[in-house]
Every structure is written in C-alpha cells, then in structure tokens.
C-alpha cells in the first residue's frame, strides 16, 4: 500500500541506484517485486531539529517548570551568565559530564560515537536523515558512519547555518573570545540566505519569559528572519510576530513534547495555521522530548487533532525536505528511495486512513527503513530479503515497555561496530555515574 503526494493504493514503488525511477498504483507489478502485503509504504522522515549526541543520556523529568531555557543552561553562547543557579539536574546529570566525555568539546572522536548512538535511536523511530551540529559528523574513517544522516555535499540543496542564540551573533565575522574559532557573522549569514545559498535553522523564543520573547526581534534586526529561515520553539512569539513570520515565507519548527516537559506549554498552534505557515515536526531531543520522530508523530496528532494525520505525516516529510531544499519526503519519480514500511494494526481502505495508521505507530510496527534504496534498517524477515554488499548486518533488540524486546537488523557500517559503540559509550558515561539511555524509551 503506497502512500504518494496525492494518492494511496496498493501498488508498487520501483528503485534504482539510490533513486525512485517509477511508482505505480494499481496495475501490474513487476515479477521480482517484493510483497509486502498490506503495509504501508511511506516516505522517510526528516528531523530538522535533534540535538542527536545527548541521545545518549536518560530521560530527564524537571522538577518544576521553567520559564525559557536558562532556566537549565544558565550561559548563553557568547559566555554570558544568564542565570547563575541553573537548574542542578540538568548541570550534574547532563552538562559536567558531557563536558568531561567529550573534553570540553574537543574530542572529536568520542563525539561522533555519541553521535551514531543518537544516530541508531532516531532510525529506530523512522529518521534516515537528521540535521546535526557540523562538528559533530561521524567518523567515516573508523566505520561510525550511518548513511543518510549526515548526506554528501552535494546531496544538500544549500549550506545550512545553526545558530542557538540569535543575541550572540556578532554584525559582521568574528573570532570569539576565548578561543580563535571564526564566528560567522549577521552580514554574512543574512546575504547567502537572501541569496539561496543557505538556510538558516536558529533557536528564538524558548519559554515565556523576557528574554525569551526578546529573541526575534534579535533575528529580525540582524536580517535574519527570510523565506529560507526556520524558527525553532518560537513559544514567545505574539500574533504580530506571527503575522512577519508569514509575511516574510519563513517555516517554523515545532517541538511540542520537550517544550511540555520544559516549560508547561508549547506555541499557539493556531497561530501557525491560520496564516498557512510550514510547520515540521522535530524531537528536539530524547532526554525531555520524544525519542524520535515516530514518538513526536504520535504525541502531535493525539495531542492536536485540529490538524489531520495527513498534514502531519507532512510535517515529518514534504515540509521539512523543501526546507533544505532535498528530494526526499514523497514517494515520486526522481526523488531519493528513503523509505519505510510500517504494519497498519487494521486494513487500510483510503489516503486517511493510511495517514492515520502512519501517525499512531509504534516504533514495533516499524519494519523497514530504506536509505538511498539500502535496507539499512528493520525485521530480520525483509531485510534478509535485500541483501546488500557495502553494509554489515548486525542484529539490535530495541526494548519495550514491560521489559520485552523486539528484534531488528541493523546495517550501518562496513564492519560490525554496535558492540564496540555501546562498550565505549557506556563505560565513558559509567565513569561519571550516568547510566545510557536504551534505544528506545
């Protein structure tokens, strides 16, 4: 059963060289396709916003809510102080090991492993692509490289900046204080997105405080906010915002499930609907938002059923996919074969209802994840039936709610590799009293 832009039927979707190249509904199918039956074929979906390599950490319940993100980081970017009492959880739990883990940031190794074990989680929820901080890439070399996540420059439609405090970004380019790092200026960021050349993922108005709703404002002066600009959380934003937001053709990206956990609240969703303006659908992170994009769907279309399970399984795949300007998210000739298979809990007779079954899954009746037209991901039963020769297989049981398993293979490097990532990720996190987050929660 095939779920295309625009229709829905048993049919079947035919890949070459990493490619789409025909989709057909209804019909005659091909001799030496595979049936699956009646599941469901989807697009993959696209997280634009994870900050992948905390996946490593436990799950996070605050305490008390709070009212924007200082609250818990303390400092901004630019070394200021904002709050000198953040909250202690986050600061002994997260924060000082992290900051031991990855030496301050200058690991680069122990980096990238954190960031594949994100990587794994987020595949475990439907993602084959994921926007991740630059410097945080895997290391190819040592065969910790997932394929999709982090794609082939060529493969990205513009450079793609990332900016977590808007107040700190500096008129023109800048080498920051403390270290001789050349900060990208307002300037600079602001003619390549004016240009096409960039896109521009920031940070603005998480919480409900001053300072929070002080934020866009900060990307408007700095001429940052444009049609190739999204702005993540944005809870601070007043209907006048909103009304430049939609003026100026910018995407908003909505993280409902960390900003409950977080803050008690969420944005006015109605506010983005109303003036029609693209919303995707991201995690944020594991340790206070969903485990993966699976998880958000879910949390979103049962928590906001004014917005239909078609437009949100649009959410996770055509909007954010147009954002980065990508030809991924739709099943259609010429656009990139990442795709899943998910196992519908009842027949499925129309596009809604497919939509409907795709947005209430669970990460279970995930039973296969194509990269590029590689089964990277899935039950052993499909993925044995397409073999692959650039990619080991490697088994994974994902865990579930009653101390059951279920059992996937896994293929994302050359050699074996799970062993090893899990020995080293948890041993470093052991060393400072933390225990690793499971694949799933």
């Given at each position: 059963m095939v779920l295309t832009p625009d229709g829905f039927g048993r049919g079947y979707v035919g890949v070459e060289d990493g490619v789409i190249r025909r989709v057909e509904i209804g019909g005659p199918t091909p001799s030496d396709a595979i049936d699956l039956g009646d599941r469901i074929i989807c697009p993959a979906f696209i997280d634009l916003h994870n900050h992948i390599v905390y996946g490593v950490y436990p799950r996070w319940q605050p305490a008390k809510k709070m009212k924007g993100r200082f609250d818990w980081r303390g400092k901004t970017r630019c070394k200021i102080t904002v709050n000198a009492a953040p909250d202690p959880h986050y600061q002994t739990h997260v924060a000082a090991p992290h900051k031991v883990i990855t030496n301050n940031g200058q690991n680069t190794w122990m980096l990238s492993r954190l960031a594949t074990y994100g990587q794994i989680r987020a595949?475990?929820?439907?993602?084959?692509?994921?926007?991740?901080?630059?410097?945080?890439?895997?290391?190819?070399?040592?065969?910790?490289?997932?394929?999709?996540?982090?794609?082939?420059?060529?493969?990205?439609?513009?450079?793609?900046?990332?900016?977590?405090?808007?107040?700190?970004?500096?008129?023109?380019?800048?080498?920051?204080?403390?270290?001789?790092?050349?900060?990208?200026?307002?300037?600079?960021?602001?003619?390549?997105?004016?240009?096409?050349?960039?896109?521009?993922?920031?940070?603005?108005?998480?919480?409900?405080?001053?300072?929070?709703?002080?934020?866009?404002?900060?990307?408007?002066?700095?001429?940052?906010?444009?049609?190739?600009?999204?702005?993540?959380?944005?809870?601070?934003?007043?209907?006048?915002?909103?009304?430049?937001?939609?003026?100026?053709?910018?995407?908003?990206?909505?993280?409902?499930t960390s900003n409950e956990t977080l803050y008690g609240t969420t944005l006015n969703l109605n506010d983005v609907t109303t003036r029609n303006i693209p919303l995707a659908l991201s995690p944020d992170w594991a340790i206070t938002g969903s485990s993966s994009m699976l998880d958000e769907l879910r949390y979103a279309a049962l928590t906001f059923p004014q917005v239909s399970p078609e437009q949100w399984v649009r959410n996770c795949t055509e909007v954010p996919?147009?954002?980065?300007?990508?030809?991924?998210?739709?099943?259609?000739?010429?656009?990139?074969?990442?795709?899943?298979?998910?196992?519908?809990?009842?027949?499925?007779?129309?596009?809604?209802?497919?939509?409907?079954?795709?947005?209430?899954?669970?990460?279970?009746?995930?039973?296969?994840?194509?990269?590029?037209?590689?089964?990277?991901?899935?039950?052993?039963?499909?993925?044995g039936q397409l073999p692959t020769d650039r990619l080991a297989t490697e088994e994974l049981d994902v865990p579930e709610p009653g101390g059951t398993t279920f059992r996937r293979w896994i293929r994302i490097a050359r050699d074996p590799v799970l062993p090893d990532l899990v020995r080293i990720v948890r041993t470093a996190l052991s060393r400072q009293n933390v225990t690793l987050a499971p694949w799933w929660e």
């Open positions: 595949l475990i929820g439907g993602a084959t692509t994921a926007v991740i901080d630059a410097d945080l890439s895997p290391d190819a070399a040592s065969g910790f490289a997932p394929p999709g996540f982090v794609r082939d420059p060529d493969e990205w439609g513009a450079r793609i900046w990332g900016i977590l405090d808007p107040t700190c970004v500096p008129a023109f380019s800048a080498r920051e204080v403390q270290s001789d790092r050349l900060v990208a200026g307002a300037a600079e960021i602001a003619a390549e997105l004016e240009g096409g050349k960039a896109a521009l993922l920031v940070h603005v108005g998480e919480g409900t405080d001053a300072l929070s709703a002080h934020e866009f404002q900060a990307v408007v002066d700095r001429g940052l906010l444009t049609a190739n600009t999204a702005l993540i959380h944005a809870l601070a934003l007043t209907p006048k915002n909103w009304d430049a937001v939609r003026d100026k053709g910018a995407t908003v990206v909505f993280s409902p996919a147009d954002f980065l300007r990508l030809r991924l998210g739709r099943i259609e000739a010429g656009a990139v074969a990442d795709l899943l298979v998910i196992s519908p809990n009842q027949l499925v007779a129309t596009r809604a209802d497919a939509a409907a079954e795709i947005a209430r899954a669970m990460p279970k009746q995930l039973e296969l994840a194509l990269c590029a037209g590689d089964a990277i991901y899935g039950s052993p039963s499909w993925m």
